[in-house]
């Protein structure tokens, strides 16, 4: 089967499973860091094609967003011109969450 971006009602789905699944105090800890999802331009490889994840998360200038290749959450933060190169896959939007905590709790 061939690879095609996640839309966003697909997204709400995953979304809200995930968030279903959060233990209590994780579920405390993403509500405080939650936005109203929003798509950011990435790019994979130097030379590919820009694509987009849905940010749903943030704290300062990191990202919490749901990487749809790899059906991962993640952390980054967003280069000069906006669009996140580097970044890193946790795998659940629970894990995710406590990264995006401990960056916040480091600052």
């Not at 709400?12 to 509500?31: D, F, N, Q």
């Not at 919490?64 to 190169?85: C, K, M, Q, S, T």
């Amino acid at each position: 089967m061939e690879w095609a971006p996640v839309n966003r009602e697909k997204f709400e789905s995953i979304l809200a499973e995930e968030t279903e699944a959060l233990r209590p105090h994780v579920k405390r800890l993403y509500e405080q860091y939650a936005v109203s999802p929003f798509q950011q331009p990435c790019l994979r490889e130097q030379n590919s094609a820009t694509e987009h994840v849905f940010v749903v998360a943030k704290t300062g200038e990191h990202l919490l967003y749901y990487d749809d290749v790899e059906e991962d959450f993640g952390v980054a933060i967003p280069d000069g011109d906006g669009v996140l190169r580097n970044w890193g896959n946790y795998g659940p939007l629970g894990r995710a969450v406590l990264v995006l905590d401990e960056i916040a709790s480091a600052v």
